[in-house]
């Protein structure tokens, strides 16, 4: 059984700092990686993917891949309340269309 | 603009009933997906199409069946609903993005449909 696990949370940051998600997957074949936002109510939205090992930036978001301990992580720099949401870590293979999920950590921006 | 349309977004019924989900979508991607969203379950996979002919079951199949109607159409339907099956469910459809060697599937996730059995 491929699995992606995730800190449910909730992880609560305060406005203007650093938010630090992190996402394990068990399957060495896995080799792309994403992350989604989902507000609450409202379908997932992608907003980083990420296949080589280090580090993919993106404005505030940076997506860190380490292959080698299995582990994906997610940096939200300069956090702002309209990132507070569940974010869900997802996995695949090259070739595979489907994507396995992990059940998401809530996050919290307190001004 | 392209997007991926879900009917109904809110049913409410009863154990035993026939119930059908429906998706549209006009981005013009061939594979499309079914989704439910359990708290604390994050989302599962129930049947994934990757064209008209193609229908292939996901992790959690049993009690669903679905029908591609045509490329943009996929539906969802559960024969007899059961309270366990009270879920959001979510359609997707998908394209491979990127380039040579760095190609990735990107999924577009339509709005939900909020489903209780009572």
């Known amino acids: 059984q491929k699995e992606v696990e995730q800190n449910s949370g909730p992880l609560s940051v305060p406005e203007g700092a650093i938010a630090s998600l992190n996402c394990t997957y068990s399957d060495r074949g896995s080799q792309s990686f994403f992350w989604y936002r989902q507000y609450s109510g409202k379908s997932p939205e992608l907003i980083m993917f990420i296949y080589s090992n280090g580090d993919k930036e993106d404005g505030r978001f940076t997506a860190q891949l380490n292959k080698a301990s299995q582990y994906v992580s997610l940096l939200i720099r300069d956090s702002q309340p309209s990132d507070s949401a569940t974010y869900l870590c997802a996995v695949n293979y090259f070739g595979n269309e489907k994507l396995t999920f992990g059940t998401g950590t809530r996050l919290t921006i307190i001004p | 603009d392209a997007d991926v349309t879900q009917t109904p977004r809110n049913r409410i019924t009863k154990t035993g009933k026939r119930i059908m989900l429906e998706c549209s979508q006009t981005?013009?991607?061939?594979?499309m997906y079914w989704y439910r969203q359990d708290p604390g379950l994050g989302l599962r996979l129930i049947y994934y199409s990757f064209d008209v002919k193609d229908i292939n079951k996901g992790e959690i199949s049993d009690g669903y069946s679905v029908s591609r109607q045509a490329q943009a159409k996929f539906s969802l339907s559960l024969e007899s609903a059961i309270p366990n099956q009270t879920a959001l469910y979510f359609c997707?459809?998908?394209?491979?993005?990127?380039?040579?060697?760095?190609?990735?599937?990107?999924?577009?996730f339509g709005p939900g449909t909020r489903l209780t059995v009572l």
């Open positions: 981005k013009g991607h061939d594979r």
């Open positions: 997707a459809t998908s394209v491979l993005a990127g380039g040579l060697g760095s190609s990735y599937n990107e999924q577009f």
